[in-house]
């Protein structure tokens, strides 16, 4: 098992990282909790992981703080959740909010994070709702980052929130609604993500 990786910052193309660990280039997924804490591409960046084998492909997780991978690990366990609806959750919503949405059995906001209907949102509640004192989350600390220059932020922002589940017209609604000029890539989809739990 793949836990941890130190290395050069190669890429950073929501919701997927390039990092090179002593020329070994290692693609990983990440939620946007993470990219908000990255360092510039080519700086020194270290990620606790997750290692997913299947049949047909061995996808590596990864996270800036251990209490993200935990809630993952956590999250995954849930009958019907995979990594994709896991990473939509820990994009969409804090850590705290997350578990607030649990301890208070809010499903109206946890419906509003892409890929989760009401179905999901009522197991997530019944299947957490006794693990969450055991888990042992605190608080993720929120960061930025600059953007990258070699292509239009506004583009990038657009393709990460069509990762994470939104539609395209969708992704431009919202980032015509709450984005302004000179934000990062990462302040774009925080602001858009915002907007959509209004």
Same mark, same amino acid.
């Given at each position: 098992?793949?836990?941890?990786?130190?290395?050069?910052?190669?890429?950073?193309?929501?919701?997927?990282?390039?990092?090179d660990?002593?020329?070994?280039?290692?693609?990983?997924?990440?939620?946007?909790?993470?990219?908000?804490?990255?360092?510039?591409?080519?700086?020194?960046?270290?990620?606790?992981?997750?290692?997913?084998?299947?049949?047909?492909?061995?996808?590596?997780y990864?996270? %800036?703080?251990?209490?993200?991978?935990?809630?993952?690990?956590?999250?995954l366990?849930?009958?019907?959740?995979?990594?994709?609806?896991?990473?939509?959750?820990?994009?969409?919503?804090?850590?705290?909010?997350?578990?607030?949405?649990?301890?208070?059995?809010?499903?109206?906001?946890?419906?509003?994070?892409?890929?989760?209907g009401?179905?999901?949102?009522?197991?997530?509640?019944?299947e957490?709702?006794?693990?969450?004192? %055991?888990?042992?989350?605190?608080?993720?600390?929120?960061? %930025?980052?600059?953007?990258?220059?070699?292509?239009?932020?506004?583009?990038?922002?657009?393709?990460?929130?069509?990762?994470?589940?939104?539609?395209?017209?969708?992704?431009?609604?919202?980032?015509?609604?709450?984005?302004?000029?000179?934000? %990062?890539?990462?302040?774009?989809?925080?602001?858009?993500?915002?907007?959509?739990?209004?």
């Amino acid at each position: 098992m793949i836990g941890r990786l130190t290395g050069s910052l190669l890429e950073k193309n929501p919701p997927s990282l390039l990092i090179d660990v002593q020329g070994v280039g290692y693609e990983v997924d990440a939620p946007m909790s993470t990219f908000y804490t990255l360092p510039t591409v080519g700086e020194t960046v270290a990620l606790f992981t997750h290692l997913v084998v299947r049949e047909d492909a061995q996808l590596l997780y990864g996270f %800036s703080t251990s209490t993200e991978r935990v809630l993952f690990r956590a999250l995954l366990k849930v009958n019907g959740v995979g990594a994709k609806v896991a990473l939509a959750i820990l994009s969409g919503l804090s850590t705290d909010e997350f578990l607030s949405c649990i301890a208070t059995k809010d499903i109206a906001a946890l419906i509003r994070v892409p890929g989760i209907g009401k179905k999901t949102a009522e197991r997530l509640l019944v299947e957490l709702q006794d693990k969450v004192e %055991s888990l042992g989350i605190g608080t993720v600390p929120a960061g %930025s980052t600059a953007p990258r220059n070699d292509e239009p932020v506004r583009s990038q922002a657009e393709e990460a929130l069509a990762a994470l589940g939104y539609k395209p017209a969708e992704a431009v609604k919202l980032l015509d609604k709450s984005a302004a000029d000179g934000q %990062s890539v990462e302040q774009m989809i925080r602001a858009a993500l915002r907007a959509a739990s209004r």
